[in-house]
């Protein structure tokens, strides 16, 4: 049962989804495997079939698991909790919850506005025109220009993946008219950040990130308080079968407990090492939402609750330093993906941007010296003599390549 009185984001994170437990008899998620259900009589299981294939809620059993999944159910009860919305759609990646809600929200033959910069894959399938789906990116400030009467979606990222550019999201609302603005907001977690109190329609993570944290689940969600909107993007996934796995929501329901004090522990290691890292000769500027001059708009108390665990520094010595640097990492990893409980730090250039048209690279910062760090929650000092020994070997080879 739920509490009378509504719980603070913490208790919520620990509780939300679960509330029926103690009716159940149980204290972890149950996991139901089923691939189909056993129908009783047709006439309902024909109907109940009819209305989870428009997009519906189940009312019996759910017929068939690409049309629902109990375990599946749960997690998007909680994240959508989390971020104060009605309804939550999960789908077994971050892309493919970027996919349905195109195809749910725009459809072919319609028209995005999309703010650059975004994740390389969104930016990709929108460029590519796979979904016949026309584009138009713009600056933040381009945004009200660029509204047709064929826009049907507003796409945003804040902070973006991976510049850390923040956007205000009440300022792009108002440009967006009565057009719905989606906001992929990966990089914050509700924890930090919840875009529905700003007037957003659509909030989208990729839970493969801080949400899953671990590292060992890929999965996506997007949570809104449109009824209509919600059932147009399940309706995709029913059809287009994207589907998360019953496993993989289990695990996002063990993540979500700690999910605050993983925010919180990488951010605070984060607001530790920004500032020594903009200090080492090897680098030119460090892109962290919590360094001085960073938040023009003052979104952070307003829109974002801290500056979140994600940064990345322009190295001075650019390609030849990235290529030391990382090679001299022992202990932070060199992959993509961010909001592990490890760090993780990557060059966007060659790796989660490459698809990126490089001109639109160039224009929106990506340069080849850039290097995203997702900082994970070890001891920051530990952290602090990986990084700063990898930049003073950085420095070696600039020299060595401008000696040259
Ligand atoms: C990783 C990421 C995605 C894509 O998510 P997947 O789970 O990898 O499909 C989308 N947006 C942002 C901001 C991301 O970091």
């Given amino acids: ?85 009605s309804d939550a759609i999960a789908f077994s990646s971050g ?48 945004v009200a220009a660029a509204i047709r009467p064929d826009t049907r979606l507003v796409l945003v990222e804040t902070p973006a993946n ?4 923040l956007v205000d999201l009440e300022q792009v609302v108002a440009a967006a008219g009565t057009v719905p603005v989606c906001v992929d907001s990966t990089f914050m977690t509700p924890v930090l950040q919840q875009p529905l109190r700003h007037g957003v329609r659509l909030v989208l993570h990729s839970a493969t990130k801080a949400l899953g944290g671990h590292g060992d689940v890929l999965a996506g969600v997007v949570a809104t308080n449109d009824v209509g909107l919600a059932a147009a993007i ?28 993983r925010v919180r522990a990488a951010q605070a290691n984060a607001a530790i090492l920004a500032p020594r890292l903009a200090e080492h000769p090897a680098v030119r500027r460090v892109f962290w939402p919590g ?9 952070i108390g307003r829109q974002m609750a801290g500056p979140g665990s994600v940064l990345a ?29 490890d760090t993780l730090v990557q060059q966007p250039a060659s790796l989660t941007h490459r698809v990126v048209d490089p001109e639109a690279r160039r224009a929106t910062g990506i340069s080849e010296g850039l290097v995203r760090i997702s900082v994970g929650i070890e001891d920051a000092e530990d952290l602090w003599e990986d990084f ?14 401008v000696g040259r």
């Fill in 162 to 165: 991976p510049t850390l550019q």
């Fill in 234 to 261: 399940r309706s995709v996934r029913v059809v287009t079968g994207a589907v998360l796995h019953p496993l993989a929501a289990f695990l996002l329901l063990r993540a979500l407990p700690t999910l605050p004090l």
């Fill in 313 to 341: 520094l322009e190295l001075e010595g650019g390609q030849a330093a990235v290529e030391t640097f990382v090679r001299s990492l022992e202990l932070a990893t060199h992959a993509v993906s961010l909001g592990a409980t």
């Fill in 1 to 85: 049962m739920r509490p009378a009185k509504k719980l603070r984001p913490d208790s919520l994170a620990v509780h939300a989804g679960r509330f029926d437990f103690a009716e159940l008899g149980v204290h972890a998620p149950p996991i139901d495997l089923s691939s189909t259900y056993p129908l009783g009589d047709l006439g309902a299981a024909g109907e109940e079939l009819e209305a989870l294939a428009h997009g519906g809620k189940p009312t019996g059993n759910g017929v068939y698991a690409r049309l629902h999944n109990p375990t599946v159910a749960r997690f998007e009860e909680a994240l959508a909790d989390l971020e104060g919305a």
């Fill in 95 to 142: 892309m493919a919850a970027v996919t349905a809600t195109l195809l749910g929200v725009v459809g072919a033959g319609g028209h995005v506005v999309a703010i650059r910069p975004l994740y390389g894959g969104t930016d990709h399938l929108l460029a590519s025109r796979m979904l016949g789906i026309e584009t138009t990116f713009v600056d933040p400030a381009g």
């Fill in 388 to 401: 700063s020994r990898a930049l003073d070997r950085a420095m070696v080879a600039q020299e060595v390549a």
């Fill in 291 to 299: 360094m001085p001059g960073a938040d023009v708009d003052a979104l």
